[in-house]
């Protein structure tokens, strides 16, 4: 049942209890097509890894030859991870592998909540991020993002505790290598022994991938790991900045040597950025906008990549930038660059004033969010010298104290002094539905 005093919008017990039911059959629903989608659908990335589970110990042929039409892209340690999986069937794999991906997923969410110091209902954001165009768009290929995703914020709400941290990013470094921007993140904010953590962690993967095929590993770390001709760059699904210029320049060719300060620049921002919201204890902040400059500086970013989206939301809706959190949700839904001509079709490359913008809506989206950060930490800085109350929960656990004090797990921290309580600072009571 639902408290009055927990329900501070009037919501009565007879709508909460409909809420809940109507949030079970969505759930339900979404789980359902899951299942018959995975049982009936090849999923194109998930049967390269498949094959690829079967081609890492047969020399170099791992990377020589194509897998399902396509070339195999990531790290010999993915491929080794896919070695148990390539002796079972098909179906059987994929359908272990999606429900897993699930699995991941629900904790990634779960973290993500822990890390904000919010409580709301984990059904609802779980159903709710289920129909994000980069979370589904991952079970539609299969794709190992999700993992990923939940690696990389297990790490950081570790250290939001100030507990020791590092495996979890050195694994999701060793499948994917783009998650290594969270290494230098904990190097920028003094968490050392953590970074050697995930090194070590890294090195630890990479050499047991090498242990068991050593042609492929020598060749992925001399040659292909930095090869970008291997794959479509100027595909629309590519939502970095790399991707947009191959785009409105019409060709690799065009983009020079000069665009490598592009990433630096962005990449120098961003963990600057990220690294003044871990000093001002905000770890939820800090995780957040590392994932999203990964994104941008890296030169690969398709769609699936971006569900870094998940904590960004997460960050807006905490700081009650409501409008904002409400338009980045329907864009992240909707996806709109697939509405514009892509496939080759000849309005796909140049500027267009209209199509431009849209063709690379999540790239635009990222850099907003990066300068949505670096503003709001101006402001909340000012206000700290002018003495006004921060509204921003410090994520790091405290134990043994009132659940109604200041700081409390309850409360956190952030909580300003002219709320009345808990119960009313956090919004509609989203913990009526949990």
């Known amino acids: 049942m639902c408290p009055v005093a ?8 007879a709508t909460v209890v409909r809420m809940k039911r109507w949030l079970a059959v969505a759930l339900a629903i979404e789980v359902l097509v899951l299942v018959v989608f995975s049982s009936t659908y090849d999923s194109l990335d998930f049967r390269i890894y498949w094959l690829g589970g079967h081609a890492v110990t047969d020399e170099a042929r791992l ?7 396509h070339w195999y892209t990531n790290t010999p340690f993915m491929a080794t991870l896919f070695t148990p999986l390539a002796l079972l069937p098909l179906i059987v794999a994929r359908l272990l592998w999606q429900f897993a991906s699930l699995a991941a997923f629900i904790w990634a969410c779960a973290t993500t909540l ?4 919010h409580h709301a209902s984990l059904k609802v954001v779980v159903a709710g991020g289920l129909v994000l165009a980069p979370v589904w768009h991952t079970f539609f290929q299969g794709q190992v993002n999700l993992f990923l995703l939940a690696l990389v914020l297990a790490d950081m709400h570790r250290v939001a505790q100030g507990r020791s941290a590092g495996i979890g990013i050195g694994i999701a470094t060793a499948i994917k290598l783009t998650p290594a921007i969270f290494v230098v993140l904990l190097l920028v904010t003094r968490r050392t022994r953590d970074a050697v953590t995930a090194t070590g962690t890294f090195a630890v993967c990479t050499l047991l991938a090498y242990a068991i095929a050593p042609d492929a590993s020598r060749l992925y770390w001399l040659h292909t790991f930095y090869d970008t001709s291997r794959v479509g760059v100027p595909y629309i699904s590519n939502q970095s900045p790399y991707g947009m210029l191959t785009r409105v320049l019409r060709g690799t060719a065009e983009v020079g040597d000069w665009y490598t300060a592009v990433p630096l620049t962005i990449g120098a921002v961003g963990i600057t950025v990220a690294a003044l919201w871990a000093r001002r204890g905000d770890w939820l902040s800090a995780t957040a906008v590392t994932g999203v400059t990964g994104l941008l500086v890296s030169p690969i970013s398709w769609g699936h990549h971006w569900v870094w989206v998940v904590p960004a939301l997460a960050v807006l809706i905490r700081n009650g930038s409501r409008v904002i959190a409400a338009c980045g949700y329907v864009l992240f839904v909707l996806a709109p660059m697939w509405w514009t001509p892509h496939n080759g079709h000849p309005l796909e490359y140049g500027f267009h004033p209209l199509l431009t913008p849209i063709a690379n809506c999540y790239l635009l989206a990222g850099l907003f969010f990066l300068a949505y950060s670096t503003v709001r ?6 206000d700290d010298q002018g003495g006004q109350p921060s509204e921003r929960p410090i994520t790091r656990e405290r134990e043994g104290r009132d659940p109604t004090a ?3 797990p309850a409360c956190p921290s952030g909580t300003s002094s002219r709320r009345s309580s808990c119960a009313t600072s956090s919004g509609p009571d989203t913990a009526c539905l949990a």
């Open 6 to 13: 927990r329900c501070p919008w009037g919501i009565g017990t």
């Open 63 to 69: 990377y020589q030859e194509q897998l399902a039409a």
């Open 114 to 117: 822990k890390l904000s110091g």
């Open 377 to 382: 930490l101006r402001s909340e800085a000012s």
């Open 406 to 408: 200041p700081g409390s």
